[in-house]
């Protein structure tokens, strides 16, 4: 708890960090309680209303339903917000355990692990997902594990660096002497003192999750109709958008605040738990 205040704290005084940390609380809060923020109902048809332009009554103007955009960019925020920072922690925790493992039992195991890595990471990410989805179909959930198990590898490699650093320090030597199990050094000794690069990188990687999920709901393989998803309402309006901007806008520019704020809070990271940017 000490070590979030502080690291709460110094967030606050880097101007980065402190302009992505409010960024993002305001997209959790609204990624919650959207669909009770939400003034209208977002599924709620408006034939006279078709197309409208930002207004007092509906703020972010409608779609080709006369459905109330802000409603749907509200309501939609948990479906792509919450659902990217889930693919981002599967990615995250799954690559970071094995890059510590590879890293800390070294030999034939680590090589074994790291030439599969690199083959895997010679797939683009958005590809080796389209191939995960081919397999389990397309769905929110199926989306979700395809974008973690694309970001995997690339967690796996951060981790395994750290590791091969951290392994050789004297308290891993130290509990090495003790005679403690390997498990236990693991979780107690490389795990705690490696997790700042890890928090960093999967900060910065929220915000390439959410582009992900909405890139696969735009080619219709993430959610489905009717879904107020971002991707999902931009490929919807494609067919409209030369009648009215606003149901692209909305959700495009939805998406651009999103990754600019996690980028922003990641960078702010960064720079507040590693020494060396300090210097």
């Given at each position: 708890?000490?070590?979030?205040?502080?690291?709460?704290?110094?967030?606050?005084?880097?101007?980065?960090?402190?302009?992505?940390?409010?960024?993002?609380?305001?997209?959790?809060?609204?990624?919650?309680?959207?669909?009770?923020?939400?003034?209208?109902?977002?599924?709620?048809?408006?034939?006279?209303?078709?197309?409208?332009?930002?207004?007092?009554?509906f703020l972010f103007g409608t779609d080709w339903f006369g459905r109330d955009l802000f409603s749907r960019i509200l309501v939609g925020a948990r479906s792509t917000v919450l659902l990217a920072i889930l693919a981002t922690f599967i990615g995250t925790a799954s690559g970071a355990?094995?890059?510590?493992?590879?890293?800390?039992?070294?030999?034939?195991?680590?090589?074994?692990?790291?030439?599969?890595?690199?083959?895997?990471?010679?797939?683009?990410?958005?590809?080796?997902?389209?191939?995960?989805?081919?397999?389990?179909?397309?769905?929110s959930l199926n989306a979700v594990i395809a974008i973690g198990v694309a970001f995997a590898p690339g967690m796996a490699r951060i981790s395994r660096s750290t590791t091969l650093a951290v392994r050789e320090l004297d308290y891993v030597s130290a509990a090495r002497a003790r005679?403690?199990?390997?498990?236990?050094?693991?979780?107690?000794?490389?795990?705690?003192?490696?997790?700042?690069?890890?928090?960093?990188?999967?900060?910065?990687?929220?915000?390439?999750?959410?582009?992900?999920?909405?890139?696969?709901?735009?080619?219709?393989?993430?959610?489905?109709?009717?879904?107020?998803?971002?991707?999902?309402?931009?490929?919807?309006?494609?067919?409209?958008?030369?009648?009215?901007?606003?149901?692209?806008?909305?959700?495009?520019?939805?998406?651009?605040?999103?990754?600019?704020?996690?980028?922003?809070?990641?960078?702010?990271?960064?720079?507040?738990?590693?020494?060396?940017?300090?210097?």
């Open positions: 708890m000490l070590f979030l205040i502080k690291t709460l704290r110094a967030l606050m005084r880097n101007p980065q960090g402190a302009i992505g940390t409010v960024l993002v609380f305001l997209l959790l809060l609204i990624s919650v309680f959207g669909p009770f923020l939400a003034p209208q109902d977002p599924e709620s048809f408006n034939f006279g209303s078709r197309f409208a332009p930002p207004s007092a009554e355990l094995i890059g510590i493992f590879s890293g800390f039992v070294g030999g034939w195991v680590d090589e074994l692990i790291m030439r599969t890595i690199d083959a895997i990471m010679a797939i683009p990410g958005l590809l080796l997902a389209l191939m995960i989805l081919t397999v389990l179909g397309s769905s005679g403690e199990s390997k498990l236990w050094i693991i979780f107690s000794e490389i795990l705690p003192n490696m997790v700042a690069p890890v928090i960093v990188e999967a900060t910065i990687r929220v915000a390439f999750a959410i582009m992900t999920l909405a890139t696969l709901s735009f080619l219709g393989l993430g959610a489905q109709p009717p879904s107020p998803e971002w991707g999902l309402m931009i490929a919807d309006a494609r067919e409209h958008m030369f009648r009215s901007p606003w149901p692209i806008l909305a959700p495009g520019i939805s998406i651009a605040l999103v990754a600019i704020a996690f980028n922003l809070l990641g960078d702010g990271l960064r720079d507040v738990l590693n020494p060396h940017s300090q210097e």
